[in-house]
């Protein structure tokens, strides 16, 4: 008899363990893929509301299983909106997420320059000046880049003062 007590007893234990779980974890509502809320990012950014697409966006990497392949041009996306609306703190860490991510991708598109731009512009001239120095020396081409956008504007200074 007692035998029998205890089984009802491990049985009701379960049985109010599942429901206090099911209260506490409810199931979602709406039953929406990884490829929804991208492409709801996606259209979100291409009306213009930005900072709701980066929103989006974090959502996306938090709670879905994106592929490692993906998530540092996601990063990357999320890092540009935050340097487009000129919110350079945001901007530099998520680029700086993406290269943690794959330290080779810092060296794609505009992201060195992103973050050497957005660190100058939050006053952390020696970060900045550090950050140039490591990406020039990750890709020297970055370097030979740097050098012709100066000479071109020396060369409209110069352009501009023979003029007057």
Do not use: H
Not at 3 to 29: E, H, N
Not at 43 to 51: A, E, I, P, Q, V
Not at 150 to 163: G, R
């Amino acid at each position: 008899m007692s035998k029998i007590i205890s089984f009802i007893q491990i049985l009701c234990f379960i049985l109010l363990t599942l429901i206090a779980y099911r209260l506490y974890f409810p199931p979602k509502a709406e039953n929406w893929t990884a490829e929804q809320q991208r492409a709801l990012a996606i259209n979100l950014r291409t009306k213009g509301l930005d900072l709701q697409a980066a929103k989006e966006l974090q959502k996306y990497l938090s709670d879905y299983p994106v592929p490692a392949k993906e998530r540092p041009g996601v990063c990357v996306t999320i890092g540009n909106i935050y340097y487009d609306k000129l919110d350079f703190a945001n901007a530099v860490a998520y680029y700086y997420r993406a290269e943690a991510l794959d330290p080779t991708f810092a060296n794609d598109k505009d992201v060195p320059k992103r973050v050497v731009d957005s660190l100058t512009k939050l006053g952390r001239q020696k970060e900045a000046a550090a950050a140039r120095k490591r990406y020039t020396e990750l890709d020297p081409s970055l370097a030979e880049k740097e050098t012709e956008k100066k000479e071109v504007k020396e060369e409209a200074k110069v352009e501009k003062q023979e003029e007057k």
